[in-house]
């Protein structure tokens, strides 16, 4: 879900995917997003032969999205930049794992409820998908990981209480 553009690995997630339709062949891919790379996206699936595996939603927002969250298993993040990922929150809100590469900007925003895979490795990324798949014991965890996260940590009144007590305890420190 995003921009298709380069910093969002989307080039990447059709590598992936191909990876994991080898060991899955229904495997099916849910894509929202649209962006520059649109083009490129579908002329790969189609070299792939992927048309059956991979579904271009488009730019989606609202109860529209929310739909495809509900039937999906995951949120798969590859973006080989990032600052944040609000995108792979979204998902996580609806209790989805998520797997992402292990992005330095990542550990910070995500310390839990997402498999972090080794930067570029598109294999072993296929792999960390098909483990969350195939391992109900360890889909459990994660997916519990990423909705404690989110609805724990992200939370905007949460986070709004813990930065005004780190203000104004720090200030209370720096008069002392």
Known sequence: MGRFHYQKGVLELIDIWKLVCQKKPEAKLAMIGNGPLEKNVLIKIREYKLEKNIDLLGFLDGEKKYEI???????????????????????????????????????????????KTKCYNLREFADNIISLLDNEKLYQK???????????????????????????NDETQNKK
Do not use: C, N
Not at 71 to 92: L, R
Not at 101 to 111: A, G, I, M, R, V
Not at 153 to 163: L, N, P
């Open 69 to 115: 969250f509900k039937q999906s298993k995951m949120i798969i993040h590859p973006a080989t930049y990032d600052s944040g990922g609000m995108a792979a929150a979204e998902g996580m809100a609806w209790e989805l794992p998520g797997v992402s590469f292990d992005l330095e900007s990542l550990k910070t925003y995500y310390p839990s409820g997402m498999i």
């Open 142 to 168: 994660i997916s519990k990981e990423a909705h404690t996260l989110i609805v724990g940590v992200w939370d905007w009144e949460k986070r709004t209480d813990f930065i005004s007590r780190k203000i104004f």
